[in-house]
């Protein structure tokens, strides 16, 4: 049986709601974020996913400008297990105020996603602000 409108006409199903997000992030989860951009041998980190097509682009654009980067593939098979993947999501949310992804972070700072056509130049930018203390 279907719900009814008011007029008496089937209504639609309410759309389901967004996934649940923690409520609070695992500190394991927030010490993996914070070693990730800490390393300052490597101070671009790109958090992606491997199917990403904005993904892609940064990677592009860092081979173009030469720009080497640890990257943390959330989707790969090591983040799988027990929403992993999730948790460091929500870490790096935390940290920067940003949900989406691609997330750059250089020297540990935030210079954002793929939403700017020059993003691979804020990172060069970046890096050697980084190189330079």
């Given at each position: 049986m279907s719900a009814a409108s008011a007029t008496g006409a089937p209504s639609a199903a309410a759309p389901p709601g967004p996934a649940s997000v923690p409520q609070a992030v695992p500190a394991d989860a927030e010490a993996f974020v914070a070693r990730r951009i800490a390393d300052l041998t490597q101070p671009v980190v790109l958090f992606a996913l491997?199917?990403?097509?904005f993904c892609w682009s940064v990677r592009g654009?860092?081979?173009k400008q030469g720009i080497s980067y640890r990257s943390v593939d959330l989707d790969s098979v090591e983040y799988q297990a027990a929403n992993r993947s999730g948790e460091i999501r929500a870490a790096l949310s935390a940290r920067t105020s940003v949900?989406?992804?691609?997330?750059?972070?250089?020297?540990?700072?935030?210079?954002?996603?793929?939403?700017?056509?020059?993003?691979?130049?804020?990172?060069?930018?970046?890096?050697a602000g980084v190189r330079e203390k």
């Open positions: 491997d199917w990403c097509e654009m860092f081979a949900s989406t992804i691609p997330q750059i972070l250089v020297g540990g700072e935030s210079v954002g996603g793929y939403t700017r056509a020059d993003t691979a130049r804020n990172c060069a930018t970046e890096v």
